[in-house]
């Protein structure tokens, strides 16, 4: 057989092989557009028949769960940023000075659906992670992948079992043991979403957009309360939004600190700046001190790795602490005395070292605190468990009209770890976050990606002022906090496997869809001209 005779039938099988493929696409997709015809035919009546019954309503907010859940089946990373943006954008408990609203339930229930097992994210989460199985499961390839932080996440959720079960054998309520336990389950599943469904640039590039549009419309909208609510007067209000909400707004300082030596992001650097007048405004009027804290640290550490990792810019980096050391030092000089305004930082800084009234009753609180949980470690040397009140050897006042929990999630949650799971569950959650910072800092000097380095310094500094702000803040039992720091767990794992990817990469499936396009077009196109005579 001749060369010719062979590399026609090389291209006639080729061109057999995509058409059948092509084919078999065009049948799928016909198939579900007439089940999807089918379906909507079906729930038009019904949607009309529930609309008069129930009240339009409800029955739009049901159908859009319908498809939410339809469209995360069909790409769970769809699933994984809805999950994304309500945690970044949907306040875990509502606020009371908006009179408890907008009503969006994502973090909890509504009143006729309270005692069910785990809130709306939770489940959403839950059913992202069985389509990952099921899909693995079908086409024969590994399930679902831990990476290297697995060992450390499990270490942590098998002292969080010992817990539950040491607290609920020795008189733990049922109720609290569940909302105790859910931030660390949030924070494993955060970790594993992220690194089963982060497969290209182009979704970290979309991540913090998220991350950046967020934290805005949340800055405008403490904007909006400080303006037209309290109409600027901070004088009875210690606080305007949620603790957690700083920590985002942070967050975004941190970005542009970075994103202002890496070029290629220059929309994202340009947005985050427009955004920045209200969101600083908004962080002074929310007052939290251990977010301005957490912020001063998270800087430090993340010019120290810049300095490490880009030499190049090392005389402009000294250069630039030299300035904001001097500006900063000559700031809080000039208002640390003050009170109100531009002044809050400077005031909230010096008050952890040199509290004025205000400060140093909220200061005595949490050292009492601190001193009944150390007090109940002693007692308990393996831990307390979850679902039970810590002691009290120094009472602390009756807030139980405020906070039905307050004895049992104290607002350090560092010390809470500790006191529920005993040293081994304390070394557990050092363990896991000693591992990301450690992997972090290897990865930003390791990497050839300049872009992948930034997105490693990132998530150091964010775990970085996590650990503080949760050691005075409550911030490690929020459902936010934990879910956003298991997400950039999971982001910063999956930076090995991405270093080298072209800037247009696309995920595998695209990928494959494309690849067979490509294959399909010439090959038909060839054979076409072959048996239509197109060749002399």
């Known amino acids: 057989m001749s060369s010719n005779a062979y590399e026609w039938a ?24 007439l089940l999807l015809l089918i379906v909507t035919c079906c729930l038009v009546p019904l949607l009309v028949v529930g609309g008069i019954k129930l009240g339009i309503g409800l029955v739009l907010a049901l159908l859009g769960v319908i498809v939410v859940v339809a469209l995360l089946v069909i790409w769970p990373v769809f699933g994984f940023f809805v999950v994304l943006a309500c945690t970044l954008f949907i306040d875990q408990s509502p606020l009371p000075i908006l009179d408890n ?31 990952l199985f099921v899909t693995g499961l079908l086409q024969r390839k590994k399930l679902l992948r831990g990476g290297k932080l697995i060992l450390p996440y499990l270490a942590l959720m098998a002292c969080v079992a010992w817990g539950v079960v040491h607290g609920l054998t020795s008189g733990g309520n049922l109720k609290i043991t569940v909302d105790e336990v859910r931030p660390f389950w949030y924070l494993f599943v955060g970790y ?54 700083s920590y985002f707004w942070i967050s975004i300082v941190i970005l542009i600190m970075l994103l202002s030596l890496y070029y290629k992001c220059r929309a994202q650097l340009y947005t985050a700046l427009a955004l920045l007048p209200a969101l600083l405004l908004a962080l002074v009027a929310n007052n939290r001190r251990a977010d301005f804290v957490a912020l001063l640290v998270g800087m430090m550490v993340v010019w120290l790795l810049m300095f ?24 809080v000089a000039a208002f640390y005395k003050q009170s109100g305004g531009f ?24 050292d009492i605190e601190n001193y009944d949980l150390q007090y109940t470690v002693k007692l308990n040397p393996m831990g307390l468990g979850f679902g039970k009140p810590f002691l009290q050897p120094i009472l602390l006042p009756n807030l139980l009209s405020l906070d039905p929990v307050y004895l049992f999630i104290p607002h350090n949650t560092i010390y809470w770890v500790w006191m ?55 911030q490690l039992s929020f459902y936010r906090n934990v879910i956003y720091v298991g997400i ?25 869809d494309m690849i067979l396009d490509e294959i399909a077009r010439p090959h038909a196109e060839l054979a076409h001209s072959h048996m239509g005579g197109g060749h002399s």
């Open 343 to 366: 002044s809050e930082p400077a005031r909230s800084v010096v008050s952890v070292f040199y509290p004025d009234a205000t400060e140093a009753a909220s200061n005595a609180y949490r």
């Open 101 to 131: 609203k907008p009503m969006i339930y994502v973090f909890y229930w509504p009143n006729s659906l309270q005692g069910l097992p785990d809130r709306p994210i939770g489940f959403v989460m839950l059913l992202i992670l069985i389509v």
């Open 308 to 331: 490490l990792t880009k030499p190049e810019s090392r005389r402009w980096l000294v250069t630039l602490l030299l300035v904001v050391s001097i500006l900063g030092g000559a700031y």
């Open 10 to 33: 090389f291209l006639s099988h080729g061109a057999h092989t995509a058409s059948h493929i092509l084919s078999e696409r065009k049948r799928s997709d016909r198939r579900l557009f």
């Open 420 to 474: 529920r799971m005993g040293p081994l569950g304390y070394l557990a959650i050092w363990y896991l976050f000693g591992s990301i910072i450690t992997r972090g800092c290897i990865y930003a000097r390791k990497l050839n990606d300049r872009y992948l380095q930034f997105v490693a310094i990132y998530v150091v500094a964010m775990v970085v002022m996590e650990i503080i702000v949760a050691y005075a803040d409550y």
């Open 488 to 512: 950039l767990a999971g982001v910063l794992m999956k930076l090995p496997a991405l270093d080298g990817q072209s800037e247009t990469s696309l995920p595998v499936d695209q990928k494959k």
């Open 192 to 245: 594993l979403l992220a690194y089963n469904l982060i497969r290209s640039k182009k979704h970290l590039h979309i991540l913090f957009w998220c991350i950046i549009l967020c934290a805005g419309f949340k800055a405008l909208e403490g904007c909006y309360i400080y303006f037209f609510v309290i109409h600027g007067d901070l004088a009875g209000n210690h606080e305007i939004m949620s603790h957690e909400e």
